[in-house]
């Protein structure tokens, strides 16, 4: 059976980078066990873009009702009561912009999950289902101003131009980094990062 360490915050926050890092210490822990951690990243839940077109929701892609949130409770139902079986997990690959399906696999070596994502405890029907099966929660805090820097880099990074990651940032990204602030319970614990 699987504990569950989860790292919130919004995108360009550090999330993974941080999922990373405890995933690496707790490995160093859980290695006389002969065990490991893993990072579940809630990402792999984004709906395909063809669900999206179909919704009128594309533009919105990020947006808390542009995940399979249903999906993401199942699977970290099946996370918390696996025995001896692999659970297979959903990764989002962000240069093709689409979720891979199976494409990590967490086995019963892995004592502690790291789950990341945005909207782990945001106080909304379904996800609460999501924060109501987490262990230990951290929320990373980071300025909007700082948040608005790095998504405009990160989409300067995937090829548009600065006008395109401008207005991405803005019209989406920074919308929904206001919400994870706004709409979140509480975390047991609060990192702030500046950087």
């Not at 659970?87 to 967490?106: C, I, M």
């Not at 070596?109 to 609460?128: F, K, M, Q, T």
């Not at 948040?147 to 989409?155: D, F, G, H, S, Y």
Request: net charge negative; proline share 3%; with cysteine.
């Amino acid at each position: 059976k699987g504990s569950f360490v989860s790292i919130m915050g919004s995108s360009g926050s550090g999330k993974s980078t941080l999922a990373s890092s405890l995933v690496a210490l707790l490995d160093k822990r859980l290695a006389a066990r002969e065990e490991s951690a893993v990072v579940v990243p809630m990402d792999g839940f984004h709906l395909d873009n063809d669900v999206l077109d179909s919704h009128g929701s594309r533009a919105v892609k990020g947006s808390p009702h542009t995940f399979d949130v249903a999906g993401f409770v199942s699977l970290l139902s099946r996370l918390s009561a696996r025995s001896e079986q692999s659970v297979y997990v959903p990764v989002f690959d962000r240069t093709a912009d689409l979720s891979r399906n199976a494409a990590q696999e967490v086995t019963v070596r892995h004592s502690i999950a790291v789950v990341e994502g945005n909207y782990l405890l945001l106080d909304r029907p379904l996800w609460r289902e999501v924060a109501a099966q987490l262990g230990c929660s951290v929320m990373l805090e980071v300025p909007i101003s700082t948040l608005e820097t790095r998504l405009i880099q990160r989409w300067l990074d995937h090829g548009h131009t600065q006008e395109e990651a401008r207005d991405r940032a803005l019209s989406n990204d920074i919308p929904n980094a206001q919400l994870v602030l706004k709409e979140s319970i509480a975390a047991d614990l609060y990192y702030e990062s500046v950087r």
